[in-house]
């Protein structure tokens, strides 16, 4: 596993030693396809990696120019592996870690973000109840972008009412949902 592009091109980030079945990180060539669509959002942004990992798609958008990323996992060996990843980088500064649950993460962030990746274990996770959570938290800010990583075998999931999907993408068997968080005067309009 390695950062596609920006300021880390080519490093090698620390991915599970045990095989553990628990991080799926998201392959290569579909963090290069999701980060070529966001390309043009990334730049001075605030990103969340919820159910981080391995911490790889904040990672990716630090080194394309985001300003700075939290990340949030409930697992230890995870949130090890994030620490790791983000020393290794030097990117110490930028970065916030929260240990616990998602619903705990997101009640324990001050800043308002630009850019959610919600990539959860496939077929384990409840999106419906995640996006009320993070409408719910305040902590997207209006116009953020949520970018929702999962199995395309499963099922439909409800939209809070200020989030709208903005695109679909499919690569191989998994699907990535770009959702916009709108307030309710208005929203912005994304060329995706």
Known sequence: MRVIAGKFRGKKLIAPRDGSRDVRPTADRVKE???????????????LDLFAG???????????????AC?????????????????ALGLEEESRIFAGDYS??????????????IDAPYFLCDYGAVLRRIADSGVAA???????????????YELPQNMASIKTRKYGNTEVDFI???????SRTYEL
């Not at 990340?71 to 020393?87: G, L, P, R, T």
């Not at 209006?142 to 439909?156: A, H, M, Q, W």
């Not at 916009?180 to 208005?186: A, N, S, Y």
């Open 33 to 47: 396809a999701v980060f070529n669509v966001l390309a043009p959002y990334l730049q001075d942004a605030v990103v």
């Open 54 to 68: 391995t911490g790889s798609l904040g990672i990716e958008a630090l080194s394309r120019g985001s300003r700075n």
């Open 71 to 87: 990340f949030c996992d409930s697992s230890n060996s995870s949130i090890e592996m994030i620490k790791e990843n983000i020393k």
């Open 104 to 117: 705990r993460g997101l009640a324990r962030i001050r800043e308002r973000v630009d850019i959610i990746f």
């Open 142 to 156: 209006d116009g953020c972008i949520l970018v929702l990583e999962r199995d395309k075998k499963e099922g439909s």
């Open 180 to 186: 916009e968080v709108r307030d309710k005067d208005r």
